[in-house]
DNA sequence: GGCTACACATAGCCTGTCTACATGTAGCCA
DNA sequence: TGGCTACATGTAGACAGGCTATGTGTAGCC
């Protein structure tokens, strides 16, 4: 998959991971790996600043653990993550539409 | 809809439109209108550069003529831009394969 | 004479993803 | 003891590609 394709939708691939549950950084790397089948390996380097990016917009709140002697940052979805969530499958859903639909038969 | 939600997928509408049919830069503007029922407005300053990277690519040539009074350079497809067109659709049925699973029910 | 639609084009900005690097712990194994 | 792998977080800077803004010019209508 073309690197460049994912721009755009890498905020709803987080929340949508983080949806009913918590989470820490590398652990969502991990989930979307399987989720995806393998197709999706996201380098750290795109995925904590996006996360801190998701934290400063009010979608996910974090704290931190320690397990096993490591220290873990763990997220989860706020209220209006929630929200905005629901509003990114929703523009998944017309994006998908409108670009099918011109690719075509 | 989201402006970098295009990124990557650009090619892929292009090539499309273009799929069996000679048009130019500002006809290709107005099909892709038509065919997502408006949902793409596509300025001249993302089509135009856009064509020029593809000929360049050898996906598409393209030659001048004149209409009314006015001058036009008309693009079609080459052989390897039909092959490219192919395998963006492909790469489509991916992409929305992976997003999609990921984002879920 | 001025307006709108048609038609092409480029310079520079913006922003989000990626690459590369930096740091540190835990646990295994030889 | 030293080295390796997996676990875990993070930043700086490069890069690419779509967008904004701007410029040019014709045709046709009123």
Not at 32 to 43: M, V
Not at 68 to 76: C, F
Request: aromatic share 6%.
């Amino acid at each position: 998959m073309k690197a460049d394709t994912l721009r755009g939708h890498l905020d709803a691939l987080l929340l949508a991971v983080l949806d009913g549950r918590k989470l820490h950084g590398y652990a969502i790397i991990e989930a979307l790996q399987l989720r995806s089948d393998g197709a999706l390996d996201l380098p750290t380097g795109t995925v904590y600043p996006a996360l801190r990016r998701l934290e400063r917009a009010g979608w996910l709140t974090s704290e931190w653990d320690v397990v096993s002697g490591r220290k873990r940052r763990t997220y989860h979805l706020t209220r209006s993550g929630e929200q905005a969530l629901a509003a990114e499958r929703t523009e998944w859903r017309e994006f998908t539409t409108v670009i099918g639909g011109v690719l075509g038969a």
